[in-house]
């Protein structure tokens, strides 16, 4: 049964939160969580690492939700704290060893428990093309795509949350669109090839 809080704005949600209403938290968390996973998985490969930034991104975005001025829209100021976790994140992981993916979690990522092994291989197939084109891509590239194309954030809040111009985010979206197109088109050519 939706609450009171679900038909608030999320400023409104935030607000709430900066005096310590937990509910009005849980529902800006439940409307971002998803989006701001997809970023810091830009970041952090290790799946139980990027949970672990969405945690303490969360958490950061709690503490700091009376700083929030509504200069830009929450969903960026959650990717503006995301990014700067993920960052340091990373920073730690390549100072302490790297360590092992645990077995099921790789069972869940092989698909155990599938129903249709070969509408699951074909899928896999096309994500696996996909995805292989957009890890080649840099960091640049990949940051503009995931804001631009997966995230729908306006041009406006994209280029905000680069630290760039709306003309440069433009150009950089289109060569980050291009570029991933070409290698796509690489991919499928090496993929038939090797069958």
Known sequence: MPGEEDELTDAALLARSAAG???????VVTRHAASVLRLIRLRVA??????????????????????????????TWLFTIARNTAAKARDRAQRSPVADVPIDTLGVEAGWGSEDP?????????????????????????????????????????????????????????????????????EVRRATRGA
């Open 46 to 75: 290790v799946p139980a690492e990027a949970e672990d930034v969405l945690q303490q991104t969360f958490l950061a975005a709690w503490r700091a939700a009376s700083g929030f001025r509504g200069e830009a829209q929450v969903k």
């Open 118 to 186: 070969e509408t699951m291989a074909l899928a896999a197939e096309r994500r696996d093309l996909l995805r292989a084109a957009f890890d080649t891509l840099d960091d640049e590239a990949r940051e503009v795509l995931t804001c631009r194309d997966l995230e729908g954030l306006s041009g406006e809040e994209t280029a905000a949350l680069l630290g760039v111009s709306v003309a440069a985010m433009k150009s950089r979206l289109h060569r980050a669109r291009m570029t991933l197109a070409a290698r796509v088109r690489g």
């Open 21 to 27: 209403d937990r509910a009005a938290f849980d529902v």
